[in-house]
């Protein structure tokens, strides 16, 4: 009769369970990732983005209460981060959710990617339920990988490491965004990512930046700065960002050292970053694990089983338990600098649109400007100039920096390519024609020189 007794007692929620754990709670084409044992690892683990990453069981009541807003949340955090969910009623999934130390549904983690591929942090997610609760903790959790730069820090910044692309958002924000966030950590190691304030006068003076947020691309060397000029997302930023992007790490030796990190002033009132923490401790015992989450899901089956009322009325409490934090203070040990570079004084902005030139140099309030125009054919990108041209910008750039290590005040220096028609408008102002059939230039063609022009006088860079 004990016998008989007990079977009765777990005959719904073992019912229950055969016949949710197939299809689980989040539809396969839903806006929740669906992960299970086999997928965690390369979908999650190896993945460069935050995830949260709920763990339930189909017949779970509080699980089913969470479902709304948990689908909300993953679609409110699109393109930022990954929102996860593991049946841990299914029979394959059990030892892995013994081993994330799941005791209890739903259970939730905050999973981040480290400096070490395939072990990220895992963290216990302990806040509200609601969508909001969800999205604001995980955006929290995304790192950040962009400086916060100061006029006094910019130079010494783009210094560093002048042969690789660099991206400048100039934003009138205190803050930086979980877009920027993420995008910056998409290119880490591929582009340095860097914001600065409205209020650094001289830094946004230096690029001619007025409106905000602008993305700025320094593509490198002596190639001319490339503004972005599409809508402020993912998708659109890394169509623009890929065209200058170094060539991914992953095939660098491993045994090759690390350099130290460069201290460059930050902003006013910015935290210095922190390196990431050390990884989890590894999972315990597939065995232990697996005894302890059986014995917590039984357990927790039987309770809403054996409950009175409708699933969404049950009282019982998620019994889910905290893992192990990481330390945040483990930093990673000293290794030796890289060699020192030549110091490469920024290259000047350009002008790439008649709006920017008449805004920035030619309206009735504005600043008097040196102004290189650049030869016809060659478009906006900078790599294309003839060498004699791209030796004139060079030495523009130099005699600017010059003034500016100096403290003296010197008018600001602009490129204008050819493509900007405000070009040719200025040139016919100026009656400084526009190409070898209008004399401009003695015999010497406009294709091979760059000219500087400031108010009334012109100076012809080349052979």
Known sequence: MLGHGVF???????????????????????????????????????????????????????????????EKAAKGLDGLAQVAAVNCDDESNKAFCGSMGVQGFPTLKIVKPSKKPGKPTVEDYNGGRTTKDIIDAVKSAIPNNVKRISDRGLNAWLDTN???????????????????????????????????????SAANEMFGITTYPTLVVLPGGTSAPMTFDGAFSKSAMKAFLDQHASPSSGSKSKSAPKPKKEQIPLADNEPPTQDDPEPSPSPTPAAESTEAFSSASASQASEEASATGPAGDETVEDSSQPTESPNPNVVEED?????????????????????????????????????????????????????????????????????????????????????????????????????????????????????????????????
Request: hydrophobic share 35%; aromatic share 6%; charged share 25%.
């Open 162 to 200: 002048n042969d690789t692309a660099k991206a400048i958002l100039f934003s009138d924000k205190g803050t930086t965004s979980a877009l920027i966030k993420v995008v910056a950590t998409d290119y880490l190691e591929r582009i340095a990512f860097a914001q600065i304030r409205n209020k650094e």
């Open 8 to 70: 009765t007692f777990l005959a719904p929620a073992l019912l229950l369970s055969a016949g949710a754990a197939a299809d689980g709670l989040y539809s396969k084409k839903g806006s929740v990732l669906n992960v299970d044992g086999k997928s965690y690892d390369k979908l999650v683990a190896k993945s460069n983005q935050v995830s949260i990453v709920e763990f339930y069981a189909p017949w779970c009541g509080h699980c089913k209460n969470l479902k709304p807003a948990y």
């Open 335 to 463: 290794t030796p600098k890289p060699a020192p570079m030549r110091d490469l004084p920024p290259p000047i902005p350009s002008l790439l649109e008649r709006s920017m030139l008449e805004q920035t140099c030619l309206g009735p309030k504005t600043t008097t400007c040196i102004l290189a125009l650049l030869p016809p054919g060659t478009g906006e990108d900078a790599a294309n100039l003839p060498p004699d041209a791209t030796a004139a910008l060079a030495s523009l750039a130099e005699i600017k920096e010059k003034h500016n290590e100096r403290g003296g005040k010197l008018f600001p220096f602009f490129s204008v390519p050819a493509s900007n028609d405000g070009q040719g408008v200025l040139r016919d102002a100026l009656k400084l024609g526009r190409g070898e059939r209008d004399g401009a230039c003695g015999g010497e063609c406009p294709e091979r020189l760059v000219e500087t022009v400031h108010g009334r006088r012109r100076r012809v860079w080349g052979d």
